[in-house]
């Protein structure tokens, strides 16, 4: 084999080892994805089965993410990549963090549903997350396209979605505050939902990390702590 | 200059650049460490100059987050290290993103302090948190000095930590629900309380990650996930 061959060779590995992370990524998001939606449904259905499959099924998650922690380590060791190679790996070891924290916020709201099953009903506050649940798990969907798609123009669309899950939590919070000031007696089970509303909104924010880890890695720029409005400008500048 | 020379000169450069990341995130553990202490005295001194500091001031956080990072990928891009400078690198880079998040924690404290105040006190619990934030700020002091030795054994003295302040959470949890209960007026004071002891908690959870991160650094071996038994376990055998 002559030097150029055997180039063409490592090369043609490295790329399938950078393009076999990216799909284990993705792979890992629609486990967490599976989760939130899990969690959202028993605990909207009162679902204690399913409640508990979420709860036992976390450490798929956990697992997933060890696991793409050490291949993006033996790849940085043995390839020490450069520019966009370096960046997309960076990436991943942090959207692999968030991921792993969306999916421990989802084992909460399944733990939630079954606390929330040992309440009596009668003083369950009728709210409904099942919407907001749903908003989420769509913002988390989008941001995980966006990671699969390297789309930017989209990334900035679904870190913008965040403020909109934002205002919708204030409202379930004040909606829950009213429940427990007219009777204390639903006050632990509105705190059930006060703590898997504020679950969801947290995954809110983790997906929009993760929107702008992509911007990072198509722009090389960071733009964590910048306003949505600059993000704008920013990402529309050529590099 | 002969290439023995000019080997010496580029690595005594390289271990600079090294020793300069890791003070650079001792100076970021020092100003998230005194964000924390401040939020929980002006929380608790119902002072809302320190508390509107402790807002204002998060943005340096921040700053140091984004630049430390740009230094890690810089150093990884043109060193290419490889074993445990390599581990250092990714190290630095999770305990960042944890000490970014305590930030945030802290400001939220610092916000509730805010809202505190304009609640009437005589509606306030009487539920001081300042003991349970002292406990907090004492752990994520012990993890970035866990961080500054290197100190596998301690790394995990401070872990364990965790599950007292998970305990101590749990109990005024606990107190602030009986508030609730006995006068819904106590409700809206009540829940900032929560959240602050909830933001509390958490910190006390990122100050646990940082010291697994250590044990990563020092033992190359992933410990996340772990229980802390195991983890002790593990920690004492040799590499």
């Given at each position: 084999?002559?030097?150029?061959?055997?180039?063409?060779?490592?090369?043609?590995?490295?790329?399938?080892?950078?393009?076999?992370?990216?799909?284990?990524?993705?792979?890992?998001?629609?486990?967490?994805?599976?989760?939130?939606?899990?969690?959202?449904?028993?605990?909207?259905?009162?679902?204690?089965?399913?409640?508990?499959?979420?709860?036992?099924?976390?450490?798929?998650?956990?697992?997933?993410?060890?696991?793409?922690?050490?291949?993006?380590?033996?790849?940085?060791?043995?390839?020490?990549?450069?520019?966009?190679?370096?960046?997309?790996?960076?990436?991943?070891?942090?959207?692999?963090?968030?991921?792993?924290?969306?999916?421990?916020?989802?084992?909460?709201?399944?733990?939630?549903?079954?606390?929330?099953?040992?309440?009596?009903?009668?003083?369950?506050?009728?709210?409904?997350?099942?919407?907001?649940?749903?908003?989420?798990?769509?913002?988390?969907?989008?941001?995980?396209?966006?990671?699969?798609?390297?789309?930017?123009?989209?990334?900035?669309?679904?870190?913008?979605?965040?403020?909109?899950?934002?205002?919708?939590?204030?409202?379930?919070?004040?909606?829950?505050?009213?429940?427990?000031?007219?009777?204390?007696?639903?006050?632990?089970?509105?705190?059930?939902?006060?703590?898997?509303?504020?679950?969801?909104?947290?995954?809110?924010?983790?997906?929009?990390?993760?929107?702008?880890?992509?911007?990072?890695?198509?722009?090389?720029?960071?733009?964590?702590?910048t306003s949505l409005e600059k993000l704008e400008d920013q990402?529309?500048?050529?590099?």
């Open positions: 084999m002559d030097q150029d061959t055997l180039g063409h060779h490592i090369s043609q590995r490295y790329d399938a080892e950078l393009s076999d992370i990216r799909n284990k990524v993705l792979e890992m998001g629609g486990l967490v994805e599976q989760q939130l939606v899990n969690a959202v449904r028993a605990l909207a259905d009162r679902d204690r089965d399913l409640a508990e499959t979420v709860v036992r099924s976390d450490y798929k998650v956990n697992a997933m993410e060890v696991a793409i922690d050490e291949e993006c380590t033996h790849i940085l060791a043995r390839r020490q990549p450069a520019a966009s190679d370096l960046r997309l790996l960076i990436a991943v070891i942090k959207t692999i963090t968030d991921l792993e924290r969306i999916g421990d916020e989802a084992e909460r709201i399944g733990k939630m549903a079954v606390f929330q099953l040992k309440q009596e009903s009668r003083w369950t506050p009728q709210v409904d997350l099942r919407p907001f649940g749903d908003r989420v798990a769509s913002m988390l969907h989008g941001a995980l396209d966006t990671f699969a798609r390297l789309d930017v123009e989209q990334a900035i669309a679904v870190a913008r979605e965040d403020i909109n899950v934002d205002r919708e939590y204030e409202g379930i919070v004040r909606q829950l505050i009213t429940y427990m000031m007219e009777d204390p007696r639903s006050i632990p089970a509105s705190l059930h939902l006060l703590w898997s509303a504020r679950s969801m909104e947290r995954i809110g924010d983790r997906s929009r990390n993760i929107c702008e880890y992509v911007i990072y890695l198509v722009k090389g720029r960071d733009v964590r702590h990402a529309r500048e050529p590099r």
